[in-house]
């Protein structure tokens, strides 16, 4: 049976066993193939990278987000990157050799900036995947209140980065705007000076125990908003970069609120971003969208029709069968 290592580099080695994306990769790879956990040594063995790529020698798939990783650029700072500069030829001269098997990313819009950046020629290489999860039991209790939920990520909580990055501030800002504790109630894990790590069923209980997940982040949480999904929760989101290509219009499991797109965010060839340009305590505009969208929520019956929805459109867009046939035509072809 082919096995590919799931390979991380030192400074985010502990993710591989941790993080659910990649664990669900570990526990339910296609059929006919074996995904393993480190192993560094078995060099005969093809990597599956998800972190900037490195020189090694080894075949590799390299797993992205956004093209930033590519470059290691920090997110946020993409403004006046030169995508005809030689950072990238040397990038597409990197992806254009035998040993580099592909990059693998479950944003459309990274296929559609890759093909940009390094050419029709290398889109051959250029993979499409969606995220994928197991199926969640759980039972959500009953309560007079509708349940609003605000976490940070794994890997930032209790950092002041992370709480404004992922829309802390307008999500607080936007609860108080509210004004109806007697209807709702707002729950924030993560927050400034809030280290604790939760553990995958520290994670269950919060999205079991909560109606609707909120995150209106400067660029898309994937991860987040998906499981979100899965959960039922209707999701209060930005229109920052990915949230449109996760929230279709007409899908009805969530809000997009304006106010991200065009000012920490936008499109000039490629997908772009300045975090320098956010506001210095909270963006009016966006608290005042958010605060909307959960006024809306208030309403049991579109509760309801919303959480339905957002049931289906995770059972659809995220079940681990799609996610391996697709991954499993890649690997089909590029191991035979």
């Not at 995904?35 to 560094?40: A, D, L, Q």
């Amino acid at each position: 049976m082919p096995t590919l290592i799931g390979y991380l580099n030192h400074h985010v080695h502990h993710f591989t066993a941790h993080h659910p994306l990649y664990r669900s990769l570990i526990d339910n790879p296609p059929e006919g193939y074996r995904i393993v956990e480190g192993e560094e040594d078995r060099d005969s063995y093809p990597c599956w990278i998800p972190t900037c790529p490195t020189e090694t020698k080894r075949k590799s798939f390299v797993f992205i987000e956004d093209w930033h990783t590519l470059f290691a650029a920090g997110n946020g700072q993409s403004r006046d990157f030169d995508i005809q500069g030689p950072l990238v030829q040397e990038k597409k001269s990197w992806l254009a050799q035998d040993n580099v098997l592909g990059i693998i990313t479950h944003m459309r819009a990274t296929v559609a900036d890759c093909v940009s950046l390094f050419g029709k020629e290398l889109a051959h290489k250029i993979h499409y995947v969606p995220l994928a999860f197991p199926p969640v039991k759980f039972t959500r209790p009953k309560s007079d209140k509708v349940r609003f939920l605000w976490t940070s990520s794994h890997g930032g909580a209790g950092q002041e980065s992370c709480w404004r990055l992922r829309g802390g501030p307008e999500t607080e800002k936007a609860f108080r705007l509210l004004g109806k504790p007697e209807k709702a109630s707002l729950t924030i894990v993560g927050g400034p000076g809030d280290t604790r790590h939760l553990a995958e069923n520290d994670m269950h209980e919060l999205y079991s125990n909560h109606d609707v997940f909120v995150v209106p982040s400067v660029r898309i949480h994937s991860v987040s908003v998906a499981r979100a999904l899965m959960y039922g929760m209707p999701v209060i989101v930005s229109d920052g970069w990915g949230y449109k290509e996760f929230l279709p219009v007409g899908s009805g499991a969530g809000f997009i609120c304006h106010g991200q797109w065009g000012l920490t965010c936008w499109h000039d060839k490629v997908f772009r971003e300045d975090y320098s340009k956010m506001p210095v305590l909270f963006n009016p505009e966006l608290a005042n969208n958010v605060c909307g969208a959960m006024e809306v929520l208030l309403d049991r019956d579109r509760l309801e029709a919303m959480s339905h929805c957002a049931d289906m459109m995770g059972m659809v867009s995220f079940n681990i069968s799609e996610r391996n046939r697709i991954l499993k035509g890649i690997l089909d072809k590029e191991l035979s």
